[in-house]
């Protein structure tokens, strides 16, 4: 999948799908070539999870302008809910295809971005328009949810209402090379 060097709405729009065979119990270590806004490394994660493996470490080759943090901070997280609310927020995330509705899985970047927006209309439309912009250029036509494939392959990506002790887990692993 080729998302480097994409915008943030567009990073939204387009989310990454996996397939493939997940082992039970086995531990995975996550590898993406740019952390952007960490969307990539958190689907591929509640991919693995869902399916009874457990992510335990995420490594990027190079970092984006969000730096090395997967996880959101509190206060960050508190600003967004204070700003929205977190049932616009849950409701907003599920209609345009996001962690199935949870805002408990947004990543760092994805909060900040969400932050910044005007009104979740305003980002909404965003990311439609992102949609309608790539699909263009892909020669795709017609609304709807349109994924790509990374890693292995591509198959639809699920969310993780669990997903905060990950965010601890990132949180611990502290700063460096493992994000």
């Not at 912009?133 to 292995?152: D, H």
């Amino acid at each position: 999948m080729h998302r480097t060097g994409s915008g943030e709405w567009h990073r939204f729009a387009f989310r990454p799908e996996f397939e493939g065979e997940v082992k039970s119990g086995r531990r995975y270590i996550l590898v993406d070539d740019v952390f952007s806004q960490g969307g990539s490394l958190n689907e591929l994660r509640v991919y693995i999870e869902r399916r009874g493996g457990k992510a335990v470490q995420t490594i990027a080759m190079a970092l984006g302008e969000h730096g090395d943090s997967i996880a959101p901070d509190a206060e960050g997280t508190k600003k967004l809910l204070d700003k929205f609310g977190k049932d616009k927020i849950d409701s907003f995330m599920e209609d345009i295809g996001l962690y199935e509705g949870h805002s408990n899985c947004l990543t760092g970047p994805e909060t900040c971005s969400l932050r910044r927006a005007a009104s979740l209309d305003a980002a909404r439309d965003r990311i439609f328009e992102a949609r309608q912009e790539g699909r263009a250029r892909m020669g795709v036509e017609g609304p709807g949810r349109c994924g790509a494939s990374a890693v292995s392959s591509g198959a639809q990506s699920e969310s993780d209402a669990e997903d905060p002790p990950y965010h601890r887990h990132a949180r611990r692993r502290g700063r460096g090379r493992g994000i």
